[in-house]
């Protein structure tokens, strides 16, 4: 960590500065700051208690894994550094201005206590406000609900103060699979006979992560255990619609170039599989039909020994 013996100095082109530090009060660690440029006359009158303050600094046996330091229990060194500047943190946000398509980010900004610094709040203005996100208040996921600012003090005019609680996960998965598709849609309607395969394949890759999804959401559950998120029906309804288009697109094309891509999946997953006596996270996909149907899935083609 670089933290200056010095906690005060005066420029080359005469800037009158202190160093002042940051405090993480989830961990008690001190953090890197900033040389801050005050006024002469100021400079002159806080200086040496600053220095005085922050003489006795020690940051060679503080730990990441170290307790927390309550408010009421910080040294006014602690307290003035965790002000300036006491972590960062990761805010999920939300555009509320486009209602077809969902967008949704996650920020990460320097907090000054449990407010958002002058600077990460300019930047988040510039940055992201202007194009019409704001910071969630409820969030959800799994079905559980939190209050991710109630910790903080967000200003009002970067809140997004929803009374219903939105679903971050389910939005990151719906944003992630959009896409995909819709990228698989726009590299079939490309197509042209004896086009790249490598560009074409991918389209096919799409395909293949659906027939995985599909295998994944039923091995989940043969467990007991059905993912929160998973949607078995939605997936073979995508997987249909892509398949026909592939086949229609791809013409003579689609029964090698599809055998190839998931010879090629499945091999690595056999691979995975077997290396790690079941304990990897990989399917082995069996054969699928232009319905969605399939045969049935080996137990050794999916984890037998993971829990989930």
């Known amino acids: 960590m670089s933290i200056p013996k010095q906690f005060s100095r005066v420029t080359k082109n005469d800037r009158y500065q202190i160093y002042q530090p940051g405090f993480n009060s989830s961990n008690s660690c001190?953090?890197?700051?900033?040389?801050?440029?005050?006024?002469?006359?100021?400079?002159?009158?806080?200086?040496?208690?600053?220095?005085?303050?922050?003489?006795?600094?020690d940051t060679k046996n503080q730990s990441h894994h170290n307790g927390p330091t309550l408010l009421k229990d910080m040294s006014l060194a602690q307290k003035k550094a965790w002000e300036y500047f006491s972590c960062k943190n990761t805010f999920e946000c939300y555009n509320e201005?486009?209602?077809?398509?969902?967008?949704?980010v996650a920020v990460n900004l320097a907090m000054s206590g449990r407010s958002i610094s002058k600077k990460s709040l300019k930047w988040f203005k510039d940055e992201w406000l202007a194009k019409g996100f704001k910071i969630i208040r409820f969030v959800s996921s799994y079905g559980e609900t939190s209050e991710q600012t109630k910790e903080f003090s967000i200003?009002?005019?970067?809140?997004?103060?929803?009374?219903?609680?939105?679903?971050?996960?389910?939005?990151?998965?719906?944003q992630n699979e959009a896409y995909s598709y819709s990228m698989a849609e726009s590299i079939l309607d490309r197509y042209v006979k004896g086009s790249d395969d490598f560009i074409t394949s991918m389209a096919i890759q799409i395909l293949i992560d659906l027939e995985q999804e599909i295998i994944r959401s039923e091995w989940h559950k043969s467990k007991g255990k059905p993912d929160f998120y998973e949607d078995i029906k939605k997936s073979t309804e995508r997987y249909v619609v892509l398949r026909k288009k592939a086949k229609e697109k791809l013409l003579d094309s689609f029964d090698s170039l599809y055998r190839q891509?998931?010879?090629?999946?499945?091999?690595?997953e056999r691979s995975n599989l077997d290396t790690s006596k079941g304990s990897l996270f990989c399917f082995v996909l069996p054969v699928f039909n232009d319905d969605g149907s399939h045969e049935p899935w080996g137990s050794k083609d999916v984890p037998w020994n993971a829990d989930d």
């Open 30 to 57: 001190w953090l890197a700051g900033a040389w801050v440029t005050l006024p002469k006359q100021e400079w002159g009158k806080i200086k040496d208690e600053h220095e005085k303050l922050y003489s006795t600094l």
């Open 97 to 104: 201005n486009n209602k077809e398509c969902v967008k949704f």
């Open 155 to 174: 200003p009002e005019e970067i809140l997004l103060d929803n009374k219903e609680p939105i679903d971050t996960v389910k939005l990151t998965i719906e």
């Open 261 to 268: 891509v998931k010879e090629s999946h499945n091999s690595c």
